[in-house]
């Protein structure tokens, strides 16, 4: 089960039956396999002697084709686990059952291996889920799948009724936005902004802004359904007089398997939209901050990687970047896949969007920071299979720490001898804390336990946001009924800090 920490609202897991752990992904597992066994049943030997050797080199092959496929563009940092890749081979000997076996079976036999297919890809779905966390619940797979209601959502039209209402709010809202992509032209969808109980005040002041970016295969709303980022604003902002960061919860894709890396190309001059134009559309829409000093931008697995790249590329646009789990350098492969697939064979355009080689040209930054966030983890594909809540803490003194652990020399993209390592996060968050600090910025490595999921990404953000909040230097707000006894914010404001 997982506890998040200071502001991280309810327990997920918490929220109706659980797609995680509990009994219903065994059960549907068990279940695939008893019909899968039925379907099979008592055949004569001439059958099993060629059949079964043609059953087991389909599903030997499709698992082969998966790891190759998964390995060749780049899709994960961690190796997936044995139980995705056994319930892929499965799924393929069903579907070819379903051909080897109709002939002579009893309709009864032919409808046990039809129902063998569906049953058998649904535990593809839930090892798939189980590995990146990214249905928590029936629940929560209920409303994403049907579009359901975000938290604190209301329509654009509501905001301004709302105006000068922040005193009496407890939670803040949510609204769906549509951001000209004036100088990007990329196509993106629709994306929301989060505005704390401050925003609603009759002073209104200016705050800060966060941009969140998710990671690959996502959707704008992924932060809010699955990271549960709105939830632990809210919570923030109950313990700060109602202010808390403005929060943007960007596209980086277009759509859901479009992985930009946040960078131009081929796939989309996402850069310029992160840096342009949502820059521009947040400051003239939402009175909000305009200070590099004031903006940051936080990045869950890929999109750690971009609130890295985008902050050492633009630091007169961010002045601090919260890392979770991400990888050397922006990548969809090895080197030479990323410069063909994502910068259509440029090598100038691969080096002007790599994190190292920027840094290595760059002159000294000032008051740059960046907080550092992996997990613990470092068995089978850097997932920890035990449970427990998040314990986070700073890396004392140098980078070396992390860099000590299995896997921690850095190839390319963060990921050791063949990008799949256990610990090639934490590693690569080390290269990149000793390339920064070199260059002024101040960093810190951080880690807790959990699996490289979501369930992990939201308690890091939960980890990092007091700290977030601090660099960015949050107004407090004046005159709201949210404030929590003994917890206001001193002096009127939360000073600029350094990281902890």
């Given at each position: ?6 502001y ?20 549907v597992q ?24 043609i ?5 030997g ?65 839930v ?11 029936v629940?929560?797979?209920?409303n ?5 209601p ?7 039209a509501?905001?301004?009724?709302l105006?000068g ?5 407890t ?8 951001i000209?992509?004036?100088t ?5 969808r ?22 969140m ?10 932060w809010?359904?699955?990271?549960n980022?709105v ?33 131009n ?12 134009d ?12 305009t200070?590099a ?16 790249d985008?902050?050492?590329m ?5 002045g601090?970047?919260d890392?979770?789990a ?18 259509g ?14 840094l290595?040209?760059h002159?000294?930054y ?5 907080w ?12 920890g ?8 803490g700073?890396?004392p003194g140098g980078p ?6 299995p896997?921690?020399?850095?190839g ?5 001898d ?5 610990g ?7 290269q ?5 600090r ?19 990404a ?7 946001l007091?700290w ?6 949050l ?11 003994g917890?206001g ?7 600029s800090?350094?990281p902890?």
């Open positions: 089960m997982w506890q998040l920490s200071q991280g609202g309810p327990d997920l897991s918490s929220h109706g039956i659980s797609l995680l752990t509990g009994w219903l992904p065994l059960a068990i279940v695939a396999g008893l019909v899968l066994l039925a379907a099979i049943g008592r055949r004569d030997r001439r059958w099993f002697a060629w059949c079964l050797p059953l087991a080199l389909c599903a092959l499709a698992v082969v084709l998966f790891q190759r496929y998964l390995s060749g563009h780049g899709l994960a940092s961690d190796p997936a686990p044995a139980a995705l890749s056994i319930w892929i081979g499965v799924a393929s000997s069903a579907v070819l059952l379903v051909a080897l076996g109709w002939r002579g079976s009893r309709w009864s036999r032919r409808g046990l291996s039809v129902l063998a297919v569906p049953l058998s890809l649904l535990c593809v779905g090892s798939l889920n189980d590995w990146v966390g990214y249905f928590p619940t629940t929560e797979a209920w994403q799948l049907t579009a359901g975000l938290p604190d959502e209301v329509d654009a509501a905001l301004a009724g105006a209402t922040g005193a009496s709010m939670t803040g809202r949510l609204v769906g936005v549509t000209p992509a004036t990007s032209h990329f196509n993106h629709e994306e929301y902004v989060y505005l704390p109980p401050a925003w609603f005040t009759p002073s209104r002041p200016q705050l800060p802004v966060l941009m970016i998710s990671g690959e295969f996502n959707t704008p709303a992924d809010i359904r699955v990271g980022a939830q632990i604003e809210d919570d923030f902002a109950a313990h700060h007089q109602g202010a808390a960061p403005v929060v943007v919860f960007v596209d980086s894709g277009g759509s859901f398997n479009n992985d930009t890396e946040c960078v190309g081929p796939r989309g001059n996402v850069a310029d939209y992160l840096t342009k949502v820059p521009s559309y947040l400051e003239s829409q939402f009175h909000v901050a200070d000093a004031h903006w940051g931008i936080v990045g869950w697995s890929a999109g750690g990687t971009c609130a890295l985008l902050t050492v633009h630091p007169e646009l961010f601090t970047f890392d979770i991400g990888d050397l350098g922006p990548n969809v492969g090895d080197k030479a896949a990323t410069i063909a697939n994502l910068y064979g440029d090598a100038r355009a691969w080096a002007s969007f790599d994190p190292l080689t920027v290595a040209a002159a000294p000032v008051n740059t920071a960046g550092f966030e992996n997990s613990s983890a470092i068995g089978f594909g850097g997932h299979w035990h449970g427990g809540g998040p314990h986070a700073a890396h070396g720490d992390l860099g000590n652990r896997g921690g020399t850095a390319y993209g963060g990921r050791p063949g990008r799949d390592a256990p090639a996060e934490a590693a690569a968050a080390t990149l804390c000793t390339a920064a070199a260059k002024g910025i101040d960093c810190t490595l951080h880690t807790q336990d959990g699996r490289h999921s979501w369930q992990f939201s308690a890091a953000f939960s980890d990092a007091p977030l909040a601090s660099r960015l230097g107004p407090a707000a004046s005159g709201s009924a949210t404030q929590q006894p917890q914010v001193a002096s009127g404001a939360v000073a800090g350094q902890r």
